[in-house]
């Protein structure tokens, strides 16, 4: 079994033009991992895409958020880190971390946090 587990986004308010960071780190029953992301889901909007790093530090960004957010991680820590910045209000959404994973009986699978409330204001 595998844990992740989110921090960073304290459920609070932050005002636009701010910065949050966001965490996630895995443990468990973790051989490797493939691919870290962060997802988000805006009330009555479907979860999208925001940013994705591959194990060998390759990102994806959506178009929404590039120049603006940057995805790293800590592969010592199996962590992921989602950093953002210039927040504007149509950021807020809820946020998930997602990863891709080996386990140690070989089996590959994909996890999802629990997911962190992040409000930005006008």
């Known amino acids: 079994q595998v844990q992740l587990v989110e921090s960073g986004g304290g459920g609070g308010l932050v005002q636009a033009g701010g910065s949050l960071r966001l965490s996630c780190a895995a443990s468990?029953?973790?051989?490797?991992?493939?691919?870290m992301g962060w997802y988000r889901q805006a009330p009555r909007k479907q979860r999208e895409l925001v940013a994705a790093?591959?194990?060998?530090?390759?990102?994806n960004y959506a178009d929404s958020v590039k120049g603006r957010f940057t995805i790293s991680r800590d592969n010592a820590k199996n962590t992921v880190y989602l950093q953002m910045n210039s927040l504007k209000p149509e950021d807020t959404a809820v946020y998930y971390c997602?990863?891709?994973?080996?386990?140690?009986?070989?089996?590959?699978?994909?996890?999802w946090g629990q997911g962190t409330q992040v409000t930005v204001s006008s």
């Open positions: 997602n990863v891709d994973l080996r386990n140690w009986l070989g089996r590959y699978e994909v996890y």
């Open positions: 790093i591959t194990s060998g530090g390759s990102t």
């Open positions: 468990g029953s973790i051989f490797s991992i493939n691919a």
